[in-house]
């Protein structure tokens, strides 16, 4: 079994993934299953014969595997359910990937997210290159994710650091109960720290902001500013010596200080006045 995290939608376990080869009956049980617990499950369909079953389930959503990223017949027949493909790139070079993004094009499918995957299992954490993934991001302007078959959770939530949407990862209620993926599936517990810390990155990416954060705003006083530090008679000059860079900020910014220097009082100015420009000629 695949969980699915959706990092930008809460970082929940928001989804379920079934290779379907030929226990239809399991798959429809599931469906039904994942129905009552209001999970999202939706399946890697190996053949057409699959998609036309999973249609009778209402699947959501086609999960194209990465070894059959190449094959185009498959992949038609999901993009004509209209149903939004999640496409593992796992095998597939640079002019394959190119091949498939131009091919869903000419298939006007609107909804799609390719997947960074290594087709390893388990797969090298020295080997995932999740450089790759932000690469394809910029090259084919759409949404991506990781398929991630390493042991543990760093690489995923590396990659939801680096901008995965969605991230993928097998699933297993206990490695004890042993078969082909029990090694580099995680369990339970591991699913639950993964959807947290995902939130928790996700959360602290927000968005490019050079402006004062609501969290800064009380600390600002801590910063330098222009005081004055002798008394001033209306008229006399700001110095070195009557006017001083300290704490807190309620002053102009020390960015100014060099331009005040020389600048004649417009009003008599007490020592711990803040300076402001109101309190000097500008001429």
Known sequence: MKAYIFPGQGAQFSG???????????????FE?????????FSSP???????????????????????????????????????LIISTGMANLA??????????????????????????????????????????????????????????????TGVALGAAIIEKHFITSRSDGGPDAAFSIEPDELKELCQQSKIVFSALGKVSY???????TNIVFRRSIYIVKD???????????????????GLSPIHFEAILGKIANKSISRGTPLNWNMIHND
């Open 16 to 30: 379920m993934g079934l290779d379907l080869y030929e226990n239809s009956a399991e798959a429809q049980a599931l």
């Open 33 to 41: 299953k994942a129905k009552e617990l209001d999970i999202t499950i």
């Open 46 to 84: 190996f053949d057409e014969t699959a998609i036309d079953f999973l249609e009778v389930l209402n699947c959501p959503a086609y999960k194209i595997a990465s070894f059959e990223c190449t094959d185009f017949p498959l992949i038609k027949k999901a993009a004509a359910t209209g149903k939004p």
């Open 96 to 157: 394959e990937i190119e091949l498939l993004v131009n091919y869903l094009d000419e298939l006007n499918v609107e909804q799609y997210a390719l997947l960074h995957c290594i087709s390893s299992y388990p797969a090298p954490i020295d080997q995932s290159n999740l450089k790759t993934m932000v690469d394809m991001q910029q090259r084919f302007d759409t949404v991506v994710g990781l398929s991630d078959h390493t042991l543990g959770t760093a690489v995923s939530i």
């Open 211 to 217: 402006e004062l954060k609501e969290a800064e705003k």
């Open 232 to 250: 001033i008679k209306k008229g006399e000059v700001l110095t070195l010596d009557n006017t001083r860079r300290i704490r807190p900020g309620y």
